[in-house]
């Protein structure tokens, strides 16, 4: 805005984002880089969420971001071997006495909600801008935006499932009032992967656009009708809009984390990293 300095989102160097002013007044374009294939969320994409967004919340310079991905996708979610690799070991088998290392995990968990609530609780209106994959953790970074637009090749999946992991970090919590308890409950139980058509019909995104410039193009107009209003109401409704929502999903982000720092490790997971190393299908055994 005229006479605004931008602030440190802008001038410190991320290493799971870019921060970009965009050419409208007011927006910020937020585009996860990695480190990783497809923008997997790593311990510095974990790390630097909350970071970015307390900042942009900061600048007085920012009145509406679009988070996005950098190149074809939006994220295929967690880097699995980097984020949970050591705690295979520290949970495996033969472990010492472990209440220590479930009470450090529960805090690890923890500080992964935060990130994702720190997208949720911003000032500044967000938009999700997706194309490609977003798997997972992509699909919680994105129920905590206030609006999520898609290319026709997106592509939605809530796959913790699959790995033998409850999804811990918002998913399950906030997708219930975007797509209702049917939809949510489908595609938490089947973990199925669906298009971006299916997607726009439940509700998980507004308005699918032929592509990804189409979708930026989008993205952006949107953002910048929302920057030209007064940034105190604009502030004002995403709170009130926040306020009720926010209480519950707080206790279930609570009861999931102690869920998870009690029951993650488990034969199942094991066998699901296992298998996806190897490139075939995990067999579970529930144990």
Do not use: Y
């Not at 923008?39 to 971001?65: H, I, Y």
């Not at 609780?121 to 129920?143: E, R, T, Y």
């Not at 139980?189 to 699918?208: C, M, Q, S």
């Amino acid at each position: 805005m005229a006479g605004a300095v931008a602030g440190t989102a802008f001038t410190r160097d991320w290493n799971a984002f870019t921060v970009e002013q965009a050419p409208m007044d007011g927006v910020t374009v937020v585009s996860l880089v990695g480190p990783g294939r497809g923008n997997m969320m790593g311990l510095a994409f974990w790390a630097e969420l909350p970071q970015v967004f307390a900042a942009l919340d900061a600048d007085e310079s920012v009145r509406a971001v679009v988070l996005t991905g950098a190149g074809a996708n939006f994220s295929t979610g967690l880097d699995v071997q980097e984020v949970l690799g050591n705690w295979l070991e520290k949970l495996g088998p033969g472990a010492a006495a472990q209440a220590a290392a479930r009470t450090e995990l529960l805090g690890v968990i923890a500080s992964f909600q935060a990130g994702v609530t720190a997208v949720a609780s911003c000032s500044k209106p967000v938009i999700a801008a997706v194309s490609g994959w977003c798997i997972g953790g992509g699909v919680d970074l994105i129920s905590a935006a206030d609006v999520r637009l898609a290319s026709a090749d997106a592509k939605f999946s809530v796959r913790e499932a699959r790995l033998a992991i409850v999804a811990d970090v918002g998913s399950l919590q906030r997708l219930r009032g975007i797509i209702g308890e049917g939809h949510l409950r489908e595609l938490a139980l089947t973990a199925k992967d669906i298009t971006a058509e299916r997607a726009e019909r439940i509700g998980l995104v507004n308005d699918v656009h032929p592509d990804q410039r189409s979708l930026a193009d989008a993205a952006l107009a949107m953002a910048a009708e929302m920057a030209a209003l007064s940034p105190l109401a604009v502030a004002g409704t995403k709170a009130v809009l926040n306020e009720e929502r926010e209480e519950r999903i707080a206790r279930g982000l609570r009861h999931v984390a102690l869920w998870n720092a009690s029951f993650l490790h488990s034969e199942d997971l094991l066998e699901a990293v296992q298998a996806m190393g190897e490139r075939r299908p995990a067999v579970f055994k529930g144990r």
